[in-house]
């Protein structure tokens, strides 16, 4: 049976584990070091400062991958971690990049922090009213009649059989979430800036002149994609995925059947999780370890 490394979206998380984590935990106090040095800045100090209301902020993107690597480390040399394939959902992709060294370290430091300041500058004048909505319960015989109630939507993603990101006009936002409320849904969580939509070809136009400016390798390990399921182990297929993150929703049952398809029967979850692990497609398939802030942090008994 082999096994497979995930690094999860981007979630809201406790600034304040996240800075603790990179502050005294030794494998990600070097990676923090290497990423002040490549910044030229503090990072701890500047995720300290970030607004407390801005999960995408630089700082937090560029802690979260620095913390996601830290925790790969840390799991492969004292947890026995020993992947055969990769997979990173999303925001997920980056770490993905410094894992496999399709990118090194400082260059991935400089990308993310680039991709999040070019979504910033993008997302302040353009589609400003579209929003990304989650929900779970809603069976998908049921999908098609509550979206019917939409003037415009978009599939964001599809993680579940009952769970699906949906992107949508902010204005319905509200009776969008009653009726999944009275559909017996729950809604989950919003976001704005939204993401994953066949719209967005004007930001995967702006993300691919960033991309063009880093040197990307082949990956060390092949990676499942995230989208279809494809296996990834060139660079123009690698480049092609990073971009069409963009526009194409996450499919994660088909990633899960990719995964199985290729004998994996362990997952390694590296990095702040509240969603893929809990999945009932992951935990029906998986053995799921997590490698987390807070496993990393628990003083190991003498």
């Known amino acids: 049976m082999s096994s497979a490394i995930v690094f999860p979206a981007l979630s ?15 494998y990600a106090r070097r990676r ?49 971690a020993a992947p055969s394939f990769c997979v990173g959902p999303s925001f997920g992709e980056r770490s993905v990049l410094a894992y496999t060294g399709a990118l090194s370290f400082p260059d991935t ?7 999040a300041r070019t979504e910033r500058a993008h997302f302040a004048t353009a589609h400003q009213d579209v929003v990304t909505h989650s929900f779970t319960r809603i069976p998908p015989d049921l999908l ?45 969580y919003t976001m704005s ?35 279809d ?9 690698l480049r092609e995925s990073l971009l069409n993150g963009f526009v194409q929703p996450i499919r994660w049952p088909e990633t899960v059947a990719a995964l199985r398809e290729h004998g994996v ?6 990095g702040p999780d509240a969603m893929f692990s809990r999945l009932r497609t992951t935990a029906d398939n998986f053995d799921v370890e997590m490698c987390d802030l807070r496993r990393a942090l628990v003083k190991p008994r003498r």
């Open 32 to 80: 923090l070091a290497e990423a002040n040095e490549t910044l030229g800045y503090h990072l701890a100090d500047a995720l300290a400062d970030a607004p407390a209301d801005d999960d995408y902020a630089e700082p937090v993107q560029v802690a979260v991958f620095v913390a996601c690597l830290a925790l790969a480390e840390w799991a492969t040399e004292h947890l026995g």
């Open 193 to 227: 800036p939204p993401a994953h939509s066949s719209l967005f070809t004007d930001v995967r136009a702006a993300m691919a002149t960033v991309y063009e400016r880093y040197p990307i390798a082949a990956p060390r390990l092949p990676i499942v994609s995230y989208l």
């Open 109 to 115: 430091v400089r990308l993310v922090d680039e991709i």
């Open 265 to 270: 029967g362990k997952l390694w979850i590296a």
């Open 144 to 188: 098609p009649t509550l979206l019917g109630s939409l003037s415009w939507h978009d599939i964001s993603g599809r993680l579940d059989a009952d769970f699906h990101m949906v992107s949508l006009r902010a204005a319905e936002l509200d009776p969008f979430k009653a009726a999944i409320g009275e559909a017996g849904g729950y809604s989950l």
């Open 229 to 237: 399921g494809s296996l990834i182990t060139d660079v123009p297929a």
């Open 12 to 26: 809201p998380i406790r600034r304040r584990d996240l800075g603790t984590f990179l502050m005294i935990h030794p």
